[in-house]
């Protein structure tokens, strides 16, 4: 019994007891490589896998009667997730702490990878489910791509978002794959490609059903093997020829610089090395190309910056644990009452997540604009091609939109949007009950600051109420703040991070508290820079210098998206909870007092287009005038203690006091509600790279100069000296 035969025997054997990787031949000489076994749901490259394929691969070259190969994940059942290979161990790059260890692991993985190509047979892969990463690499080193159209079938090479590059060839295969512009756009972004979109760009040769992925694969070998070729013949044509393989390309260099250099790109170093590399496909010879590719692997992957990205991605991973719980359901109807801006968002959201959503105001026009807003986003789609016409009128299908609740006998989650006052939620679900709500259905509050305990009293099965407190605009943001109540049981909060998770959010479950955990630690941060502009600081000062530091969004900016009106009434909620710490600036009331609440009424701090100054600098003059105290503009390190440090505290205030479990909770919680810069790995591990006891003498002078709003909690005072 040959290798090959041998490896088939062993594949009967039971997936207890698997040696190597399941490789199969074909009495028409077609070997099948599968890159995982058949009880792996998730493939990775780890050593192991890697020591199995270059033994594979050493039998098959030598293997006279091989006339083709296909690579393929491993033969899952026909009615669950497909898999091909999702990339390397992110365990094993976070472990990498020495940049030439990380040069030769990628020099060992391309090597590996490139024998696929060396082969004198065609190689064909074929894909079905993830093929990210080290997986879209190996892919690329095959002669021929096939995907099936599955909706789990998603390509592309996501590296930046780890702070690296791919280093196992994909800044040269791609390129010289498809040209720099296309390649680029990939690599850069980091974007994902599903089945319709990779066949367009090119990525992959041809889209077929799942059932048919290996006998279309067989065929593809058979083909080039009639006409004994290894690969199709392909050059690249039009702009693609001139601006990678002419002097041309540069001007796709640069435009891909001046993208870089602007916004939060410029804090990430990946993206430009990435570039430096794709441009090396072109003009450098290629061994030197993927030497270099390495060499940049190696210094990128024990850069803080990846070590930051490497910890966000496993605090996304464990926040989508979140709903496993035994007791978590799935929910399937959904009535949501308020179709102002954040109702009509949820529940556009629910129902493109498979829900059916019945969306209920007693104003008529606002229901209109829900659908219409729904409407929207779907053509947007549409004419994206990431949906087909009939799907998106699926979608359509399941949001109806009323004045009247009709019938909730069937309901299981009930979910209010409306405004932020406590007796109007209360009545609310009280009504919902007395209308029929199921007993098992879930009770929630898409509140941003109000008591979900109080909400619960005197209802009948208060374990069911819970918060889901969806961020503005709920379409963009990525967190959800799942808020348990003194009376919420487990099965009703795990059952709410199922939703979160299908929702494609990351749930974070915390303690029922004044501002929870989000707006809690984003009160002090606009505070303050609601004072510095009365103390004479401009806007823009303030803003550039929280935008230098990495936010999304300067706070005034933030403040005019917010709204002043929200702002007044989630201050005189915190200021309730916490009077010491969280007086309001006076500006807030003041603003909303003269109407002007920010972009809702067409400007505030700035102008409708968010960049001049807006009409509320009249109110802001006013307010400095009647201090009568002359103007100061504070520096950037002012700014940054003033603004940053005081939410460093507030965010070890709420892990001592339990309204969240770990610290890892305030990270993923503020990286993701207030775009906290995700590279320092969030707001603890900047914290702690500053120095806690350099933040907590900076709060002690605040402190003596401003008054008791600066003063340093106990738990973070002991940090410092620990």
């Avoid at 024990?302 to 989508?320: M, N, Q």
């Avoid at 102008?607 to 100061?632: S, W």
């Amino acid at each position: 019994m040959n290798g090959i035969e041998q490896d088939r025997a062993q594949t009967a054997a039971p997936a207890t007891a698997p040696i190597g990787l399941p490789v199969e031949i074909g009495d028409d000489g077609i070997v099948t490589l599968r890159l995982g076994r058949s009880d792996e749901r998730v493939v990775t490259i780890t050593p192991e896998r890697m020591s199995d394929l270059a033994a594979a691969l050493d039998r098959i070259a030598s293997d006279t009667r091989v006339r083709g190969v296909i690579v393929t994940g491993p033969n899952l059942p026909a009615e669950g997730p497909g898999m091909f290979c999702a990339g390397a161990d992110i365990q094993l790059i976070d472990s990498i702490a020495d940049a030439a260890a990380g040069e030769a692991a990628a020099t060992r993985g391309r090597t590996l990878l490139a024998r696929l190509q060396q082969l004198r047979v065609p190689v064909v892969a074929a894909i079905d489910g993830p093929c990210l990463g080290g997986g879209c690499e190996l892919a690329l080193f095959c002669d021929v791509r096939l995907a099936t159209d599955e909706p789990g079938t998603q390509i592309g090479l996501p590296e930046v978002k780890l702070g690296i590059l791919p280093g196992f060839g994909g800044t040269q295969t791609l390129p010289r794959l498809l040209g720099l512009p296309k390649a680029l756009d990939l690599i850069l972004t980091g974007r994902l490609l599903r089945g319709k979109q990779a066949l367009r760009t090119g990525l992959v040769d041809r889209l077929v059903p799942r059932t048919k992925l290996l006998a279309a694969a067989r065929a593809e070998v058979e083909k080039l093997a009639a006409k004994d070729r290894k690969r199709p013949a392909r050059r690249l044509r039009g702009l693609a020829f001139w601006l990678s393989k002419t002097p041309l390309r540069w001007f796709a260099a640069r435009a891909a610089t001046q993208q870089l250099q602007r916004g939060p790109g410029r804090f990430y170093p990946a993206p430009h090395a990435a570039l430096q590399s794709c441009l090396n496909a072109f003009t450098m010879p290629v061994e030197q190309g993927f030497a270099a590719e390495a060499r940049q692997l190696g210094r990128l992957v024990v850069t803080p910056i990846s070590k930051g990205l490497l910890r966000l991605f496993f605090l996304t991973e464990r926040s989508k644990r979140l709903g496993k719980h035994d007791a978590a359901r799935d929910l399937q109807r959904a009535l949501v009452v308020g179709g102002g801006v954040m109702g009509a968002g949820i529940a556009c959201e629910l129902a493109q997540r498979g829900l059916a959503v019945r969306l209920c105001d007693l104003d008529l026009q606002a229901l209109v604009r829900g659908k219409a807003r729904l409407g929207k986003e779907l053509d947007k789609r549409v004419r994206r091609k990431r949906l087909t016409a009939p799907e998106a009128m699926a979608i359509q299908d399941r949001l109806q939109a009323s004045t009247e609740w009709g019938h909730l006998r069937d309901t299981d989650l009930w979910l209010e949007a409306v405004v932020e006052d406590l007796q109007v939620k209360r009545k609310l679900m009280g009504l919902a009950i007395e209308r029929g709500l199921p007993e098992h259905a879930v009770l929630a509050t898409n509140t941003s600051s109000l008591s979900v305990t109080a909400m619960a009293e005197g209802l009948p099965h208060p374990e069911r109420v819970v918060g889901i407190h969806f961020f503005n605009p709920p379409e963009k943001m990525p967190l959800v703040e799942v808020i348990r109540g003194a009376t919420t049981d487990d099965a009703t909060v795990a059952t709410a991070c199922r939703l979160a998770v299908r929702m494609g959010k990351f749930p974070v479950v915390v303690g029922d508290a004044p501002g929870f955990l989000v707006n809690r630690c984003l009160a002090p941060y606009l505070n303050e820079a609601a004072r510095l502009v009365l103390e004479g600081t401009a806007p823009e000062a303030v803003d550039k210098a929280m935008l230098d530091l990495g936010m999304p969004m300067g706070p005034c900016r933030l403040l005019d998206e917010v709204g002043f009106d929200v702002a007044t009434k989630v201050s005189e909620v915190l200021q309730n909870g916490f009077p010491e710490r969280m007086q309001p600036c006076e500006l807030f009331a003041a603003m909303a007092g003269a109407g002007l609440l920010g972009q809702k009424t067409g400007g505030g701090i700035y102008g409708k287009d968010g960049k001049r100054p807006g009409p509320g600098r009249k109110v802001i003059a006013e307010l400095r005038a009647a201090h009568g105290t002359p103007g100061r503009e504070a520096s950037r390190s002012e700014i940054v203690q003033r603004l940053i440090y005081p939410m460093v505290d507030e965010a070890y205030r709420c892990v001592d006091e339990g309204i969240v479990a770990h610290e890892d909770d305030v990270d993923l919680g503020l990286v993701m509600g207030i775009g906290f810069p995700p590279f320092t790995g969030g707001i603890t591990r900047y914290a702690r790279r500053e120095g806690l006891s350099t933040i907590v003498h900076a709060l002690d002078e605040l402190a003596r100069l401003h008054g008791p709003r600066f003063e340093v909690s106990d738990g973070m005072r002991r940090r410092a000296t620990s």
